[in-house]
């Protein structure tokens, strides 16, 4: 269906609704033979918009601990030192880099995405208080804001759940 048609849709219904006659039966029967569903065109854009801004988001949201998680295998003691800095003991590097792995890919999936949400957002909130707030630096408190902003994606997820084009929707 066309935008055109669905606005043909919509231009139709609000004629049946105004007048009864046998011209819109006419334009009823053109619509349904040239249609194969008669639906609005709001309904057919939020519908394909909704399921396809899914896949997007997750893609998006995911790839940031999928893509970090594997660039710490290169220098996990680097990472753990790292770690110290802000009071988290170093042997919690190792479980850290494949908590980034398995929740980027596990969101990417669509698999268990409210779990992984909701456990992405609160990392997202304790690495931005324990490494980012320093409001001297205003470099700092970007990333302390973005790590915030992150975790909003990430609530907004856990909320929505997965969307159509996931291993929770083939689940059921």
Known sequence: ???????GVFIFIMRMDAHKTRENHKLSSWIIRNSHIAITF???TMTNLNSNLHVVARVFLGLLFLVAGL??????DGFAGYMASGGIPAFLAWPAVLFEILAGAAIIAGFQTRLAALALA???VVTAVLYHFVPADQMQMTMFFKNLGLAGGYLLLANAG???????ARKG
Do not use: I, Q
């Open 162 to 168: 997965s969307g159509a084009f996931s291993v929770d």
């Open 71 to 76: 660039g710490k295998l290169g220098n996990v």
């Open 122 to 124: 609160a990392f997202c």
């Open 42 to 44: 709001e309904e057919m």
């Open 1 to 7: 269906m066309t935008p055109a048609d669905a606005a």
